[in-house]
């Protein structure tokens, strides 16, 4: 079977509809697949998607291909991804499927494909598989898969609410993007007291305000004006498949996921003392500086929500968290991130201290942090682009702590006393990304204005297809 090689990234697999995905190729990916989970001893799976417009029948045609090569697969609908890696544990499913593209535009479709409990397929995993596909490697069973339907939710939802009590009404602002978050978690707040303000929470999987991301300042600065006009307590945004999430605080103020890491970590080590924080290479100063500062131990791993799962087996941190808003309360939940438990994490945190969100971002050490910015460079390009980035920073900071080895995995980290900046390619889409912070406005300043200058000076970078460049100029 002839498919785009580009499509199997780093830890899921992404493409454009029509183009590099359609009904056919999916099934012969759900043969694949299928026949993969059956050599590893995974007789039974779980399928979810999320609301973009192929998503249900791509995932008819993945158990279509489950069914042939024998694999008995339960179908959950359309939900979140959080409650997809739940129902693993609830369906005793190792296998599954979850439809979706996560954060990519709405041309696009994909899958995560979970191989064991709060695991999905990563680098090796996915690359063995693209191989079954092109050779056409998999089993026809004797006896097709059974399928089933199953409503998981209400089941997911009352388990949350045993484990994450929330005292305190809310006032919340959701602004998924019209996205399926939109409606699943406004029902959920509810039940538990919350007051909630739906802001295009009806689905539109053209994502017609643009791609539903909570790192894009756009994203960010809309539900900022929502939670404002609201007088609200707190806002949520969401991606996607909903395993991400962004806030703004009670004062409107956007808090970046690195504070928000910095904020769980202080929560999780209140009742984990001592406990490892594993955060990825974007994550701002703030978030060393804090779990030393309660009494944690910090620990620095390559972006990448599967990567970081991965090496938690070996480390068992407490709690995990990512600059792009994936959370993973492994101590008290599953080694996986859930974006509606976050949001339940932060609630239940805000109504046990008594502080409001500003109070207790005020708290914090001080950086100023540009938000994560993307810059389009073809897939072909960005390792080599990288590569020659990092030489001009080593030369250019000689009194930095250069961190390029297995902890920044795909880019480098300049750590500095008063300042840090951080460049990377992106494992899961045709650009690159960075991220800046200095503890003076001045120093800032000048970090800005040196990384917008040598950036200009490479043709491999396309910003026309960039993401919060703003924060460069």
């Known amino acids: 079977m002839k498919v785009n090689s580009r499509m199997f990234r780093g830890y899921d697999l992404r493409g454009i509809v029509g183009e590099d995905l359609n009904l056919e190729i999916v099934e012969h990916i759900g043969k694949a697949y299928g026949t993969y989970m059956k050599r590893q001893g995974i007789n039974k799976a779980v399928v979810g998607f999320d ?88 089993e026809k069973a004797e006896t097709p898969g059974k399928v089933e339907k199953k409503e998981v939710r209400a089941t997911y939802f009352n388990d949350l609410e045993k484990r994450l009590s929330v005292t305190k009404k809310f006032k919340v602002v959701v602004d998924p993007g019209n996205s399926t978050a939109g409606v699943i978690v406004p ?136 600059l792009s808003g994936h959370f993973f309360f492994s101590a008290d939940f599953y080694n996986h991130d859930d974006g509606i438990y976050s949001t339940f994490r932060l609630l239940r945190y805000l109504s046990e201290t008594g502080q409001t969100l500003a109070e207790i971002v005020a708290s914090l050490p001080k950086y100023i942090s540009s938000p994560e910015i993307k810059l389009g460079c073809a897939d072909d390009q960005k390792v080599k682009l990288i590569e020659k980035i990092s030489e001009v920073l080593r030369h250019d900071f000689p009194e930095a702590e250069v961190i390029d080895d297995e902890r920044a995995g795909d880019g480098v980290r300049l750590n500095m006393s008063d300042a840090m900046l951080v460049i990377r390619y992106s494992q899961n889409g045709p650009y690159i990304t960075l991220k800046f912070e200095a503890q003076a406005e001045g120093k800032y300043n000048e970090l800005k204005a040196y990384l917008n200058n040598l950036l200009h000076n490479y043709e491999e970078i396309s910003w026309e297809e960039g993401v919060n460049i703003e924060s460069l100029a």
Not at 107 to 112: A, D, L, T, V
Not at 216 to 232: H, N
Request: charged fraction near 25%; proline fraction near 2%.
């Open 51 to 138: 609301c973009r417009a192929t998503s249900q029948e791509y995932s008819e045609a993945m158990i279509r291909g489950f069914s042939w090569a024998g694999v008995d697969t339960i179908d959950i609908g359309m939900n979140l991804v959080g409650i997809f890696y739940w129902a693993q544990y609830y369906l005793d499913c190792q296998g599954g499927v979850f439809v979706t593209a996560s954060h990519n535009s709405a041309e696009y479709n994909g899958f995560k494909f979970a191989n064991g409990f709060s695991e999905t397929l990563v680098s090796e995993g996915i690359q063995e598989l693209k191989k079954m596909i092109e050779s056409e490697d998999y």
């Open 187 to 322: 029902e959920m707040l509810e039940k538990i007291g919350c007051e909630v303000v739906r802001s295009n929470c009806q689905i539109n999987p053209t994502f017609p305000l643009g791609t539903p991301d909570p790192t894009e300042s756009v994203v960010a600065e809309r539900l900022r004006k929502k939670v404002l006009e609201e007088k609200a307590d707190v806002g949520f945004s969401y991606d996607a498949d909903g395993d991400r999430i962004g806030i703004v605080d009670n004062q409107g103020e956007i808090i970046w996921n690195d504070v928000l890491v910095a904020i769980f970590a202080s929560d999780v080590l209140r009742e984990h003392k001592g406990s490892k924080i594993m955060y990825n290479t974007l994550c701002s100063k703030i978030v060393e500086d804090t779990i030393i500062a309660k009494g944690g131990v910090p620990f620095m791993w390559r972006t990448g929500h599967s990567f970081l799962k991965k090496k938690n087996q070996e480390i068992k941190a407490a709690f995990i968290g990512e």
